[in-house]
């Protein structure tokens, strides 16, 4: 069974940090690039970043570069996304996903482009 599973949400103040995990299981890691998402309240699910396993590129939306970085952990097969200077308006659900295909640029940020999604993790950031 393939599976994702994202931890490391919570309820954190404005201007912290949080670290959230993705690890996989099921699926030959190396073989897949991961993406993570959000969707805040009301809102459409958006792109916040992408690392590919084994070529090591990384894609990120612009409103996110700076403030959040991903990385991974090959040996664990688990992604990261570090959070950091959080603002109220970073609060949403956030979820990886794996995409075992190399995409073109303009296709990254695709939710479409996936193929396994976690279930999800509740970030709330109080002002």
């Known amino acids: 069974q393939v599976l994702l599973v994202e931890t490391g949400g919570g309820l954190v103040q404005a201007g912290d940090s949080l670290r959230l995990s993705c690890e996989g299981s099921?699926?030959?890691?190396?073989?897949?690039?991961v993406g993570w998402f959000r969707q805040a309240p009301g809102k459409e699910r958006e792109f916040v970043a992408r690392i590919r396993w084994s070529a090591g590129s990384i894609h990120y939306a612009d409103s996110m570069k700076g403030r959040f970085t991903v990385s991974r952990d090959n040996d664990n097969n688990t992604v990261y996304l570090q959070m950091n200077s959080l603002k109220p308006e970073d609060t949403a659900i956030y979820y990886c996903?794996?995409?075992?295909?190399?995409?073109?640029?303009?296709?990254?940020?695709?939710?479409?482009?996936?193929?396994?999604w976690g279930q999800g993790t509740q970030v709330t950031v109080s002002s």
């Open positions: 099921g699926l030959t890691f190396g073989m897949y690039a």
């Open positions: 996903a794996a995409d075992a295909a190399v995409r073109r640029h303009d296709a990254v940020a695709l939710e479409h482009s996936y193929e396994v």
